[in-house]
């Protein structure tokens, strides 16, 4: 199983990112995703999470209105698009399998 995160960098406040999470090594249709996030001396949390049609979503209440979780299954691909971005949203973002299987993470720094 592979999870390889992309799309993280450094973007002011306000501004907007798309992450992306190519996933391989398993039937990626058949499965929930999930993203999530660590920042600094904090403790990982739920960030947005997809159910495998991509029928049902759920977030955050920190991101809710502002971040869209999506998928592709044709490309087994997860996305997060991230608008109007805030300083604490900064943190490394995970891509998620719900049964264990995390990428490597992605950073994202929000910074004027």
């Known amino acids: 199983v592979q999870l390889v995160e992309s799309g993280g960098g450094l973007v002011q406040p306000g501004g907007s990112l798309r992450l992306s999470c190519a996933a391989s090594g398993f039937t990626f249709k058949r499965y929930a995703m999930s993203w999530y996030r660590q920042a600094p001396g904090k403790e990982r949390e739920l960030v947005a999470a997809?159910?495998?049609?991509?029928?049902?979503?759920n977030y955050a209440d920190s991101v809710k209105g502002r971040f869209t979780i999506s998928r592709d299954n044709a490309k087994n691909t997860v996305y997060l698009q991230m608008n109007i971005l805030k300083p604490e949203d900064t943190a490394v973002y995970y891509c998620?399998?719900?049964?264990?299987?995390w990428g490597q993470g992605t950073q994202v720094t929000v910074s004027s």
């Open positions: 998620c399998r719900p049964v264990g299987d």
């Open positions: 997809i159910t495998s049609t991509g029928g049902s979503t």
